[in-house]
């Protein structure tokens, strides 16, 4: 495991509602926050953007514009995009092939695992150089804590 990424206040609830509310399709969206030299992120605000694809429930493409207005607003409060999530209904909070050919190196990938009942793990990947390795998560109350600020 990387250095790990902790969600500031209620941004974890926020990311569960968002994902449970896109189920039984596929939802997505960008995290916002900061990063530290050490590669230690901690995420301020989760937001959901358009689902692209055409196979919404399997697939998700994010919307480019969206990333663009995230990261405008972002810098306005002088913070950055950080990564992006996206939820697997009634599948493990894994990677998938097609999630590992697509991302992008540094961003960290948030995987939500839903089902009918609302959301279940949430996880954090980001590519090395053999892949997707976990990167520890430090959600709920317990992420101010830990952020070390
Ligand atoms: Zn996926």
New binding site residues.
């Given amino acids: 495991m990387g250095a790990g990424a902790a969600f500031g206040p209620g941004t974890e609830a926020e990311l569960r509602r968002l994902a449970a509310a896109a189920y039984p399709s ?1 939802g997505c969206g960008v995290l916002v926050g900061s990063a530290s030299a050490d590669g230690a992120m901690s995420v301020r605000s989760v937001s959901s953007a358009r689902n692209l694809s055409e196979r919404g429930r399997d697939r ?1 493409e994010l919307d480019p514009l969206a990333i663009v207005r995230a990261e405008r607003s972002a810098r306005e409060s002088g913070l950055d995009v950080v990564g992006f999530w ?1 939820s ?1 209904p009634d599948h493990p909070a894994e ?2 092939r ?2 590992t050919e697509r991302a992008w190196a540094d961003y960290l990938y948030v ?1 939500v695992s839903t089902t009918a009942d609302g959301t279940g793990d949430v996880r954090g990947w980001r590519l090395g150089d053999g892949g997707f390795g976990e990167i520890e998560l430090a959600l709920g109350d317990a992420a101010g804590a830990e952020a070390g600020r």
Avoid: N, T
Wanted: aromatic share 12%; net charge negative; hydrophobic share 20%.
């Fill in positions: 596929e998700y996206h697997h990677p998938s097609l999630d995987i």
